[in-house]
């Protein structure tokens, strides 16, 4: 399950190759005071849930004003009985150009305990984090959190279909590639609506959990906003869902 929830995070973290400079819309696709909800179903099963939340921080890096983007994650049900997750995540971005400075993680899976911590120095090209010092390849270098937001406010007009990128973030003790393709357009029926979506493949390694031809696919919201509000993938026993539950304080109207 802990590889199933880090898998659908990267997957909606990533939207654009990171091997320069990347544009941004004019205007961010989120505001302070949005608040996201997530379910991640077995099957039928809810297995775990998640919180997504943008916040106002008090906090200046490099006299910068910042928002505080906060994630919150645990299992549910069943899945909490014989295996609880609680995790928390915290990325402090510019409100500008929406790149991190710094993030943490206090991780608490069964009896596991962790707790990270990243200083992003975006010019420099390096992260300072609790196991050593690692150089970026870009000045553009995401942890998990800051990645997904950064992702949903990318100047894409000129996507088209079959288009393979690639998205640099850095994880743990390394700086980390995922492979991703854009697949088309599809309307689908969510908890907020039907809503016309467009549609990502990012790439996954068959293992212990994947079958060989297992397909990840990832829905984003063809608005304003970009908000992930589905992801799916077969299993080697059956498959795991991403569904949004609700989401409030939008920027723009759903769908629209």
Not at 80 to 96: G, L, Q
Not at 181 to 203: M, Q
Not at 224 to 251: C, D, F, H, Y
Request: with cysteine; hydrophobic share 35%; glycine share 6%.
């Amino acid at each position: 399950m802990k590889k199933i929830i880090l898998l659908f995070t990267l997957a909606i973290s990533g939207l654009l190759a990171f091997g320069q400079e990347l544009p941004l819309k004019k205007d961010a696709a989120f505001q302070e005071g949005e608040v996201l909800q997530y379910k991640l179903k077995y099957g039928f099963i809810t297995a775990a849930e998640a919180t997504i939340k943008v916040l106002n921080s008090d906090l200046k890096f490099d006299n910068k004003p910042t928002y505080r983007l906060v994630v919150d994650a645990q299992t549910s049900g069943t899945f909490d009985v014989f295996y609880k997750i609680r995790d928390h995540y915290d990325s402090y971005i510019d409100k500008k150009d929406l790149t991190p400075y710094f993030y943490q993680e206090n991780i608490r899976e069964a009896s596991y305990r962790r707790t990270d911590k990243a200083r992003f120095y975006q010019d420099n090209k390096k992260v300072v984090a609790n196991r050593g010092t690692f150089t970026t390849p870009t000045t553009q270098t995401f942890d998990l959190v800051s990645a997904y937001y950064f992702s949903r406010s990318l100047d894409i007009a000129k996507l088209k279909i079959g288009d393979q990128f690639k998205l640099n973030y850095f994880l743990g003790d390394e700086i980390s590639q995922l492979e991703i393709a854009y697949v088309g357009k599809e309307t689908i029926k969510t908890k907020l609506g039907t809503i016309r979506c467009l549609k990502f493949s990012p790439s996954i390694k068959p293992g212990r959990i994947f079958k060989k031809d297992s397909k990840l696919y990832l829905w984003i919201t063809d608005d304003g906003n970009r908000v992930p509000v589905k992801a799916e993938v077969e299993i080697l026993v059956g498959s795991v869902t991403l569904e949004i539950k609700s989401a409030q304080g939008l920027k723009y109207p759903i769908g629209k």
